[in-house]
């Protein structure tokens, strides 16, 4: 076997990996520190694939141009920051209630608004599930190292395409711009999932079809006639005003994503077993959180770490199980208070939730979270 690429790589320049080993085609962009790097790379990187790169006028223009690339069959991507990924949100509503698959990704930087544009933030969080309106189904990956950054990135196109739906990435400003050697995996080594496609002819198919939970997409092009809208629909795309349709439509979109909790939701868990304080978080903070419960574990402290990479759907189930079994939870973030709120609802008062709260630009250093842990030890 031949040695595995190895390559020092920056945490952009690693998603730009991830997304051509996932079998990206399409990108639409607008540049946004601090995720230019992506929309640079994939600007080579894409053409000499056979592949296609557009810089669209603002970040409106380019979820829309991406989820047209996607219906035509290219799996496609649009990176951004928080100020762009707000422009993004009607766009992507409408991905949502179409179920175009799609892939965004957003490094997060300090807000609101313009805000820190070079400073990281973990702000983004319940944007990520909650920032365009209505009932929608929500996945979003959170990665923590540059190697995670790729396989997290392919995770994030094989959930798209098999549960037609919008994924997002979503990492800071720290792991987008540090380096780390990385191993680049060899074709076949991750597992790369395709959408389902009709098996029936043109006639016969109907893009919503209530029949499937996640009905067959057909490309455009492809002698596939059929209609899309933003609007509530019928099996067949045409817009419809019966409320049990209506009903049954937002259901499925809804329940495709709830029914399958179990196998979307990714965790990293260390030294839990015996575990008195636990520390959750995500992304960049949670390396310095893995610092402080190692410390903490030289101290003779009880202390563990359950790192969700997978936020959204929010990971219910292991934090209601930890938190019957410690006495603290701690939640370190780079924001005012986000994922510390889903905590507590899990948490449901049977152990001491605390946050950790940071928004100067600078990050969670381990000392603030041994700190926390050693309050309750």
């Given at each position: 076997m031949a040695e595995k690429r190895k390559k020092l790589l920056q945490g952009n320049e690693a998603c730009v990996e991830g997304a051509l080993y996932a079998g990206c085609m399409f990108y639409a962009g607008y540049p946004i520190t601090p995720s230019t790097e992506i929309a640079e790379g994939l600007s080579v990187r894409l053409p000499q694939r056979g592949g296609k790169f557009i810089q669209m006028e603002d970040e409106i223009a380019s979820i829309a141009a991406a989820i047209g690339g996607s219906m035509t069959g290219l799996k496609s991507l649009t990176a951004t920051s928080g100020p762009g990924f707000s422009l993004k949100q009607e766009g992507l509503g409408y991905a949502c209630i179409a179920e175009i698959p799609l892939v965004i990704v957003n490094v997060m930087r300090g807000g609101p608004s313009t805000g820190y544009p070079t400073g990281p933030s973990q702000s983004d969080i319940m944007q990520a599930k909650w920032g365009t309106h209505g009932d929608h189904p929500a996945i979003a990956v959170t990665p923590a190292y540059v190697q995670e950054i790729l396989s997290e990135t392919v995770r994030a196109f094989n959930l798209s395409e098999k549960y037609r739906t919008p994924v997002i990435v979503l990492y800071d400003e720290i792991l987008g711009h540090m380096r780390e050697p990385i191993t680049i995996p060899d074709a076949g080594e991750l597992p790369v999932v395709d959408r389902a496609k009709p098996t029936c002819p043109p006639e016969e198919y109907f893009p919503y079809d209530e029949k499937y939970e996640v009905p067959p997409l057909a490309p455009f092009g492809t002698g596939y006639r059929y209609h899309v809208t933003g609007l509530n629909h019928k099996k067949d795309g045409f817009p419809t005003n019966d409320s049990k349709q209506i009903r049954e439509n937002n259901m499925r979109i809804m329940n495709k994503i709830e029914n399958h909790k179990d196998e979307i939701w990714k965790n990293e868990e260390k030294f839990l077993d015996d575990a008195k304080i636990a520390v959750v978080t995500i992304g960049s903070t949670a390396r310095s959180a893995n610092f402080a419960v190692r410390v903490a574990r030289e101290q003779g402290i009880k202390a563990g770490l359950l790192r969700p990479l997978t936020v959204?759907?929010?990971?219910?189930?292991?934090?209601?199980?930890?938190?019957?079994?410690?006495?603290?939870?701690?939640?370190?973030?780079?924001n005012l208070g986000q994922m510390v709120l889903e905590v507590e609802r899990c948490a449901g008062g049977a152990c001491a939730v605390e946050g950790i709260h940071r928004v100067d630009g600078e990050p969670i250093n381990p000392a603030q979270i041994l700190e926390v842990i050693k309050k309750y030890a």
């Amino acid at each position: 076997m031949a040695e595995k690429r190895k390559k020092l790589l920056q945490g952009n320049e690693a998603c730009v990996e991830g997304a051509l080993y996932a079998g990206c085609m399409f990108y639409a962009g607008y540049p946004i520190t601090p995720s230019t790097e992506i929309a640079e790379g994939l600007s080579v990187r894409l053409p000499q694939r056979g592949g296609k790169f557009i810089q669209m006028e603002d970040e409106i223009a380019s979820i829309a141009a991406a989820i047209g690339g996607s219906m035509t069959g290219l799996k496609s991507l649009t990176a951004t920051s928080g100020p762009g990924f707000s422009l993004k949100q009607e766009g992507l509503g409408y991905a949502c209630i179409a179920e175009i698959p799609l892939v965004i990704v957003n490094v997060m930087r300090g807000g609101p608004s313009t805000g820190y544009p070079t400073g990281p933030s973990q702000s983004d969080i319940m944007q990520a599930k909650w920032g365009t309106h209505g009932d929608h189904p929500a996945i979003a990956v959170t990665p923590a190292y540059v190697q995670e950054i790729l396989s997290e990135t392919v995770r994030a196109f094989n959930l798209s395409e098999k549960y037609r739906t919008p994924v997002i990435v979503l990492y800071d400003e720290i792991l987008g711009h540090m380096r780390e050697p990385i191993t680049i995996p060899d074709a076949g080594e991750l597992p790369v999932v395709d959408r389902a496609k009709p098996t029936c002819p043109p006639e016969e198919y109907f893009p919503y079809d209530e029949k499937y939970e996640v009905p067959p997409l057909a490309p455009f092009g492809t002698g596939y006639r059929y209609h899309v809208t933003g609007l509530n629909h019928k099996k067949d795309g045409f817009p419809t005003n019966d409320s049990k349709q209506i009903r049954e439509n937002n259901m499925r979109i809804m329940n495709k994503i709830e029914n399958h909790k179990d196998e979307i939701w990714k965790n990293e868990e260390k030294f839990l077993d015996d575990a008195k304080i636990a520390v959750v978080t995500i992304g960049s903070t949670a390396r310095s959180a893995n610092f402080a419960v190692r410390v903490a574990r030289e101290q003779g402290i009880k202390a563990g770490l359950l790192r969700p990479l997978t936020v959204w759907p929010f990971p219910d189930k292991a934090v209601k199980e930890l938190s019957k079994r410690v006495r603290a939870i701690i939640v370190p973030e780079l924001n005012l208070g986000q994922m510390v709120l889903e905590v507590e609802r899990c948490a449901g008062g049977a152990c001491a939730v605390e946050g950790i709260h940071r928004v100067d630009g600078e990050p969670i250093n381990p000392a603030q979270i041994l700190e926390v842990i050693k309050k309750y030890a």
